[in-house]
């Protein structure tokens, strides 16, 4: 009897322990009928059918849905602080970044392994992936490192090290980007970097400039500006003065003319004096138009020191006269964006979209060779861009959502119920291949849909579990 009372106390603890001894399996199941909303900020989301999707949030939890978002399943995965990026190659396989991680799934997100880092991880702030096939991928760094996942390999590589970047200051990197069933890859943040063989090089690309002013030309000698041309650039002031991103180009041009009569080899000081004067004036024009006078950039200021040069570069002044000469004497002006690049979409049919802070907007259409900036549908900072069916669609800032059916020539907002303006930041948009189906998501646990190819919105609220899955 000692005995069997003995049993029956100890029996309670017993099998908590036999419960707290194999824990694994059983925290780890998690139903697909569960009622669980994404917590938190949602930075990324991957749509991989028409129905199903992945999101991830700043808590590093990942969270997938196979009911366009109606309800969610908490993903199996290791303890993870953070994660900045998700790309899928199908239905089944992809990877998911963060600070000194790499995930991958084999079963559409619902479960997700860590893999391998060369080197040091706290090393790697990785802040993108793309999946490029099912042995190919790539990986970004805010710090510049690029890391590959190679065919037939066994883990990641390095494709790239911060030490072997040429600039002298942080390259911050935001995301990757890659041409469908391509090679050709861009990274993104101060630099627009490119790519032909899947991340293994790159280089860097320079956008077109945001527009240019017909060029101001100048007779023999003349200083300021006639009134025609000072009508002119106070209309083009006018028309991008409200864009603060906006660096204001001044380049003087010497005509040949004026290159023979006033290009002296040893002294050209009354040239000088005549390209600062046209200079000074049009700068003024600018100021006097509220452009403010750290946003105007000479190229070609005037070497008054050039003596310094000589007894070393004796054709100092015959270099500068090369690179500022014309056949007619004139003042080139260009705006030129102070770009950081935030996210980047490219289609099969060669469009690409790029956005950035400050509300910057690229096009390309033929591939990604050349990218023009166009007009922005505001002022405030883009994080995420893509192509859902015939219509391009831009998240950002204050939850702004503007959509396009014209390759980005015209932009239409999107409100919420009521043309509530929101607070919270849209961080992140994703069509599914079919382009049928899109999800946006962002700050505090917003969610967005459209089932029409991203011309309507539907904001997603949580629902409160039935009583049958509460049951369960």
């Known amino acids: 009897m000692n005995i069997i009372r003995l049993f029956k106390k100890l029996s309670p603890i017993l099998l908590c322990a036999l419960l707290l001894a194999c824990p694994s399996e059983q925290r780890e199941v998690v139903s697909e009928s569960t009622v669980i909303w994404p917590p938190n900020d949602l930075v990324a989301i991957e749509m991989i059918s028409d129905a199903r999707a992945i999101a991830l949030s700043t808590t590093g939890e990942i969270h997938w849905t196979s009911d366009l978002g109606e309800t969610w399943s908490r993903s199996h995965l290791p303890a993870v602080n953070t994660l900045r990026g998700i790309s899928m190659v199908d239905e089944e396989v992809g990877w ?14 619902v479960h997700w392994r860590r893999q391998r880092l060369p080197g040091q991880s706290a090393s790697m702030p990785l802040v993108g992936v793309h999946a490029i096939r099912n042995d190919r991928a790539i990986a970004v760094a805010a710090n510049g490192l690029v890391l590959g996942w190679k065919e037939g390999g066994t883990g990641w590589v390095v494709f790239r090290r911060r030490d072997d970047l040429d600039i002298p200051r942080p390259i911050e990197r935001l995301d990757i980007a890659c041409a469908p069933d391509s090679g050709r890859c861009w990274s993104m943040g101060r630099l627009l970097e490119r790519s032909d063989n899947a ?7 320079v956008p077109e400039d945001f527009a240019r002013f017909e060029e101001i030309e100048f007779s023999v000698g003349q200083v300021d500006l006639v009134d025609r041309d000072r009508e002119r650039l106070r209309e083009f002031v006018a028309a991008n003065r409200h864009r603060k991103n906006l660096e204001w180009v001044l380049e003087p041009i010497i005509g040949s003319l004026e290159l023979e009569r006033m290009g002296r080899p040893r002294d050209a000081t009354k040239l000088f004096e005549l390209i600062a004067a046209r200079l000074e004036d049009a700068r003024a024009q600018l100021e006097d138009s509220s452009i403010s006078a750290t946003r105007i950039i000479v190229l070609g200021d005037p070497p ?9 570069e004796p054709n100092f002044l015959e270099s500068y ?33 790029a956005v950035g802070r ?25 994080n995420a861009v893509a192509i859902g069916g015939q219509r391009a669609v831009v ?15 015209r932009w239409r907002p999107w409100r919420g119920a009521g043309e509530a303006v929101h607070f919270d930041s849209l961080l992140a948009i994703s069509f599914s291949p079919s382009g049928k189906t899109g999800m946006a998501v962002g700050d505090r646990q917003r969610i967005l849909r459209s089932v ?4 309507s919105w539907t ?4 629902r409160a579990p039935s009583q049958a899955e509460r049951a369960r």
């Open 304 to 312: 008054w020191n050039f003596d310094d040069y000589l007894d070393d």
């Open 358 to 382: 400050a509300g910057v907007v690229l096009r390309s259409v033929d591939g990604g060779d050349r990218w023009q900036a166009i007009v922005s549908p505001t002022t405030h900072d883009l």
């Open 96 to 109: 998911a970044v963060g600070e000194g991680i790499i995930l991958r799934t084999d079963d559409g997100g």
């Open 452 to 455: 029409d190819g991203g011309e």
């Open 321 to 353: 006269f090369r690179e500022r000469s014309g056949e007619e004497s004139e003042l080139r002006l260009h705006l030129r964006e102070q770009r950081i690049l935030t996210s980047l979409w490219m289609g099969e049919a060669g469009l690409g979209l």
């Open 199 to 205: 991340g293994e090089s790159w280089r860097v690309q």
């Open 395 to 409: 998240v950002g800032a204050q939850g702004g959502l503007w959509t396009s059916a014209d390759a980005g020539e």
């Open 459 to 462: 904001e997603l609220q949580p």
